[in-house]
């Protein structure tokens, strides 16, 4: 697989504003743990930030474009990557959800404007029902007479939660039905009933903001419904007859995102790889290179290796998800989880081959190693990854 003359230039101008408008501020907004309104401001302004990107980037029919873009962000910087791209996973949740007409209105009200820049995010995640959505605790409840839907609950690990203009939040529709009974709602900031809750502290990404939402007696007008009243009523019909019916809204919208993950973790990774490579051939022990030593030698052979391996797999995934071919053997999770796994290890070997300076906040190692280990844990872990794709290879319903 390559990349045709159009992926490349996006690829260079996103590397660009990498090296130019992340790499300098990253390790300042990392010890800040704050949002980077700056940074936003400054990523729409330049248009990597902005409803006409990723428009154009989910319509390129490789899938691409968006990978390679993620990757150079990442890159820069993953936290201040996510700030950005956090909101990508509300409009993930919209493409899998929303209707034509919802997805026009609400998608480039994600983004703003490059003068007025917002953010959006996807509230799934509970304190009792992280990996298994299924067991999701928030209500949504129909009133029929005044067409409204009331929603009570505490979704948690949401980025972007509480500061977000566009909330698009999964309930539970009929608690009988499981999964299979849920749905999803687009929620507009300054909605009574809407707050944000407990701010978490985070070990990495900590540009980016992560907190609870909380939903309490929420009320929204029936128009807010992913999807429509009607096709939610056909698809709790058919659950009820015990007739499979398409993947529920969570899994739905973490199955076009794991490639956009993956993505990303090779960024981080190959941050780790390129700048341990670069100390190993300018740090000198024992009158030479410590690259000339087989032991680095081999450490940064296996870096590169698990890289390359990891961006193919993400690529492939990418473009099955463009061409709206299924994952039939998991190849979503296979993307997601090599990724994310690769980059655990680059960054602990990158943090190896610089020893005790790598162990420092004075080198970056240090702070890629700690965003990382993120990627192996949200939007489904490393486990569950395993065991969609065994499910997906046995063709059996593995606990």
């Known amino acids: 697989m390559s990349l045709n003359d159009d992926q490349r230039t996006i690829q260079s101008w996103v590397h660009e504003f990498a090296v130019t408008a992340m790499r300098p501020i990253a390790q300042e907004w990392d010890e800040r743990e704050e949002t980077p309104w700056e940074f936003i401001r400054i990523a729409a302004e330049t248009g990597i930030y902005s409803f006409d990107f990723f428009a154009n980037a989910y319509a390129d029919p490789t899938g691409l474009t968006l990978m390679v873009a993620l990757e150079e962000l990442a890159w820069g910087d993953a936290g201040l990557c996510m700030s950005i791209m956090g909101s990508t996973l509300a409009v993930a949740g919209l493409l899998a959800a929303g209707t034509p007409e919802q997805q026009l209105e609400w998608i480039p009200a994600c983004f703003g404007t490059p003068g007025d820049p917002k953010v959006a995010a996807f509230a799934v995640s509970e304190a009792d029902a992280g990996s298994d959505v299924s067991s999701l605790r928030t209500r949504a409840t129909y009133n029929e007479a005044s067409d409204e839907w009331v929603l009570n609950g505490v979704k948690t690990w949401t980025s972007n939660g509480g500061i977000a203009a566009v909330h698009v939040v999964v309930a539970t529709v009929d608690p009988a039905l499981g999964a299979r009974g849920q749905a999803s709602f687009v929620i507009p900031a300054g909605t009574?009933?809407?707050?944000?809750?407990?701010?978490?502290?985070?070990?990495?990404?900590?540009?980016?903001?992560?907190?609870?939402?909380?939903?309490?007696?929420?009320?929204?007008?029936?128009?807010?419904?992913?999807?429509?009243?009607?096709?939610?009523?056909?698809?709790?019909?058919?659950?009820?007859?015990?007739?499979?019916?398409?993947?529920?809204?969570?899994?739905?919208?973490?199955?076009?995102?794991?490639?956009?993950?993956?993505?990303?973790?090779?960024?981080?990774?190959?941050?780790?790889?390129?700048?341990?490579?670069?100390?190993?051939?300018?740090?000198?022990?024992?009158?030479?290179?410590?690259?000339?030593?087989?032991?680095?030698?081999?450490?940064?052979?296996?870096?590169?290796?698990?890289?390359?391996?990891?961006?193919?797999?993400?690529?492939?995934?990418?473009?099955?998800a463009a061409q709206l071919q299924p994952f039939t053997n998991g190849e979503g999770s296979m993307a997601k989880l090599a990724a994310s796994e690769a980059a655990v290890s680059v960054t602990g070997k990158a943090i190896q081959i610089l020893g005790g300076y790598g162990y420092t906040r004075d080198y970056p190692v240090e702070r890629w190693h700690r965003d990382a280990m993120i990627y192996t844990i949200f939007e489904g872990t490393s486990e569950i990854q395993r065991l969609i794709i065994a499910r997906s290879l046995s063709g059996l319903k593995l606990r």
């Open 192 to 320: 009574p009933g809407l707050r944000m809750g407990q701010k978490f502290k985070k070990m990495g990404i900590r540009a980016s903001h992560t907190a609870e939402v909380i939903l309490d007696d929420c009320r929204l007008p029936g128009r807010l419904l992913l999807g429509g009243k009607d096709r939610l009523d056909e698809r709790l019909a058919r659950a009820r007859e015990g007739v499979r019916s398409s993947q529920q809204a969570a899994m739905a919208t973490f199955e076009l995102s794991r490639p956009a993950v993956g993505a990303q973790a090779i960024g981080i990774a190959r941050a780790a790889y390129e700048y341990a490579r670069d100390y190993a051939k300018e740090r000198v022990q024992f009158g030479r290179p410590i690259i000339e030593n087989q032991a680095i030698a081999f450490a940064l052979t296996d870096m590169a290796v698990a890289i390359e391996s990891a961006r193919l797999l993400v690529w492939r995934a990418a473009g099955m």
